[in-house]
């Protein structure tokens, strides 16, 4: 169990951070507009699907104890990062129709502006209430489940495990 929780720590705890970024950031977007939002957002995604690069979680193979909370947890990490893709990109192209809009102060832009605008809210807004809530509850399972495992073996959970924090 110790081995396959050292494999779990770097990708868990930084999966865990980026989608809190993102859970935080999204909400503050749209409540404030500020377009420095719209680029740490397309950030956060972007590096959050570099976590399987830098630390794999789709190859680290569970104990039987934990496969099926294992697996939830894998599968909900694969949903976040495919559908951080398009949040990226719906970021992105909201931050570009609003600085084409300032730059060019067309009435057109301008109007393309407002609706690229109006879908990254929905589109985001979306995006945190089904796929980052998702992995938010999937880690929440799993890191019960690792804690009753240990429990159940007599041993305490690694510090990291008991803090990880709800997105």
Not at 123 to 150: C, Q
Request: aromatic residues 6%.
């Amino acid at each position: 169990m110790s081995a396959y929780l050292a494999q779990m720590y770097w990708p868990v705890r930084l999966s865990s951070l980026r989608a809190h970024t993102l859970a935080q950031n999204i909400p503050d977007w749209i409540k404030a507009g500020d377009t420095p939002y719209l680029g740490e957002i397309a950030q956060s995604c972007r590096r959050f699907r570099e976590i399987e690069a830098e630390r794999p979680l789709l190859q680290v193979a569970s104990p039987a104890r934990l496969r099926a909370q294992h697996a939830a947890l894998v599968n909900a990490y694969i949903h976040m990062r495919q559908d951080c893709r398009g949040a990226r990109a719906t970021a992105l192209a909201a931050r570009r129709a609003i600085y084409r809009a300032a730059s060019t102060g067309r009435a057109v832009d301008r109007a393309g502006a407002n609706k690229a605008v109006k879908e990254a809210r929905q589109s985001l807004a979306a995006f945190v209430r089904t796929t980052v809530s998702s992995l938010d509850a999937r880690l929440s399972a799993w890191r019960s489940a690792v804690l009753r495992v240990e429990r159940a073996a007599g041993a305490a959970a690694p510090a990291w495990v008991q803090r990880l924090p709800a997105i």
